[in-house]
């Protein structure tokens, strides 16, 4: 295992400047702690707003009305409408097939 670069560093140095090497480093260390600090929050924040998307998703599915009608009257109303002018539109529109295609 090679010998750490900065011991020799740190024996050359007389006190003062190793005494400001180690507060330097300590600086450092102390960014980089903060940096991961203000990421977490970050995560949390997220974390908490999406929590709070789905809340307010599942009650709003809870709160919606079932619909008055259901697709098999919708079906019916449709087919002599359909008949009465003259066949010529499908039942189902592009928009409303799976894919948008017919």
């Known amino acids: 295992m090679p010998p750490d670069p900065t011991l020799s560093v740190r024996r050359r140095l007389g006190p003062e400047a190793q005494a400001e090497l180690e507060l330097a480093q300590a600086v450092e260390r102390a960014r ?3 940096r991961w600090a203000y990421f977490s929050t970050l995560l949390a924040f997220l974390a908490a707003a999406g ?6 998703s599942l009650l709003a599915e809870e709160e919606r009305p079932t619909p008055a009608v259901s697709r098999g009257e919708m079906q019916q109303v449709r087919a002599p409408a359909s008949h009465a002018l003259g066949g010529s539109f499908p039942l189902r529109s592009a928009v409303m097939t799976k894919g948008g295609a017919l």
């Not at 929590?51 to 307010?56: G, P, S």
């Open 51 to 56: 929590a709070a998307v789905a809340i307010v």
């Open 32 to 34: 980089h702690a903060r």
